[in-house]
Antibody, heavy 124, light 108 residues
């Protein structure tokens, strides 16, 4: 059974930094690209970032480019999102999600499995 | 970037109704579209991918159609478990990903 276990919710001050993690099991982690998607409470879904199966390609949405960095540790089956320069507009649930297709580097697909989400609150 | 527009944003319906949700892309995405269902406090769940392929385990009352820039999700006979918010997502080759704004299906 595929499982994506995310780190717990946190509160951080504006301008602060935070690293989210997502531990994967139940599939061959280093075969698949992995994504981060966020959702402001009561609002829609926003794709945030993707890292390819081998870590060689990384892409970001415009709202986080230059502030967030996605990475993965294939030896530990863990996905990360380093978030710097946080603002109140980054307050949201952050989901990690598994790409549906294996071994793509610059082409992405739909999400067939999701983590339960981590609530990030940016507040003074 | 490809923009996805869903309509309506809210839909009121009764159990047994046939429900249709529309998703339009700002440029052609061929058939590279998925539909998700999300219930309050839960992660989204994929229902349909490649515009019309039903994900394993999803009831057959859900169906998808369309290609190019216009797509629809249809629920043939709405059940109590179907009251939720539905999102489309495009995954056109070599493009960044994007979602529609969502359609909340409410009890009439």
């Amino acid at each position: 059974e595929v499982q994506l276990v995310q780190s717990g919710g946190v509160v951080v001050q504006p301008g602060g930094s935070l690293r989210l993690s997502c531990a994967a099991s139940g599939f061959t982690f280093d075969d698949y690209s992995m994504h981060w998607v966020r959702q402001v409470s009561g609002k829609g879904l926003e794709w945030v970032s993707v890292v390819s199966w081998d870590g060689g390609s990384k892409y970001y949405g415009d709202s986080v480019k230059g502030r967030f960095t996605v990475s993965r540790d294939n030896s530990k089956d863990i996905l990360y999102l380093q978030m710097n320069g946080l603002t109140t507009e980054d307050t949201a649930f952050y989901y990690c999600a598994k790409d549906s297709e294996s071994h793509y580097r610059n082409s992405w697909h739909y999400f067939d499995h999701w983590g339960l989400g981590t609530l990030v609150t940016v507040s003074s | 970037d490809i923009q996805m527009t869903q309509s309506p944003s809210t839909l009121s319906a009764s159990v047994g109704d046939r429900v249709t949700i529309t998703c339009r892309a700002s440029q052609s995405i061929n058939i590279w579209l998925a539909w998700y269902q999300q219930k309050p406090g839960k992660a989204p769940k994929v229902l349909i991918y490649k515009a019309s392929t039903l994900q394993s385990g999803v009831p057959s009352r859900f169906s998808g159609s369309g290609s190019g820039t216009e797509f629809t999700l249809t629920i043939s006979s709405l059940q109590p478990d179907d009251f939720a918010t539905y999102y489309c997502q495009q995954y056109n080759s070599y493009s960044l990903l994007s979602f529609g704004g969502g359609t909340k299906v409410e009890i009439k």
